[in-house]
Each structure stands twice: as C-alpha cells, then as structure tokens.
Nanobody
Framework: QIQLVESGGGSVQPGGSLKLSCEVSGFKPSNFYMAWFRQAPGKEREGVGMIYPGGYTTQYDDFLEGRFIMSQDDAKKMFYLQMRDLSPDDTATYYC????????????????????WGQGTQVTVSS
C-alpha cells in the first residue's frame, strides 16, 4: 500500500531554516516522480519542485531563488525538502506527492500529475 507521511513543519522566524521529511511506504522514492507542493490560506496549491525518477534531475519553481533543496534516500524511504532563508511568504501547508508515471502533456506544477499525496505539514514563518 502506497502512503506518504510528511513531518518537520513548525514555526520559525524570518531568515530561519526547516527541513521537511516525507516518509513513503510501498515504493522507493527514486522509482517515482516525487514532488513538493504548498498551499497558503486562500490560495491554490502550487508546485515547489520535483525530482524525476532516478533522483538526479530536478525542477524548482523560480520563486524559490535557490533557497529550497530536495533530496531523497531510498534506504530510508524518505523524501526531503530543505528550506532556508524563510520569509512570511513561505507560510503554507506543505505536501509531498508522488506518481509512478508521467501523463503525456502534463506539467510538474499540476496537482493532477500526482496520484499520491501526504496529509501535509504546516510551516509558519513569523516574527
């Protein structure tokens, strides 16, 4: 059974860092398209980044300006999002998502590309 469980969220001051974790079961992260999304109150869920199967090729949203880095560990069955230099604009619920295949014509920014989702973890950035 495929499951994704996020953890690591919390409250942090502007300029701080957090590392989010996504524990997966039922598959190895490197065999799937793995992504992080986030959703702020009143806004649509937006893509943060994606790792292609194999674990080497990544896509990030431009707004991140290099502040976020994804990684994965097949042995631990974990998928990570390291975030630094956080600002209040980064406040959101963060979700990990996975898909074993790619929908032709799809985009990694689309929630419909991913069939498996975690429950989300809240990140709050405030002073």
């Amino acid at each position: 059974q495929i499951q994704l469980v996020e953890s690591g969220g919390g409250s942090v001051q502007p300029g701080g860092s957090l590392k989010l974790s996504c524990e997966v079961s039922g598959f190895k992260p490197s065999n799937f398209y793995m992504a992080w999304f986030r959703q702020a109150p009143g806004k649509e869920r937006e893509g943060v980044g994606m790792i292609y199967p194999g674990g080497y090729t990544t896509q990030y949203d431009d707004f991140l300006e290099g502040r976020f880095i994804m990684s994965q560990d097949d042995a631990k069955k974990m998928f990570y999002l390291q975030m630094r230099d956080l600002s209040p604009d980064d406040t959101a619920t963060y979700y990990c998502a996975a898909s074993p295949f790619w929908t032709r014509g799809g985009t990694w920014r689309s929630t419909t590309q991913f069939g498996y989702w975690g429950q989300g973890t809240q990140v709050t950035v405030s002073s």
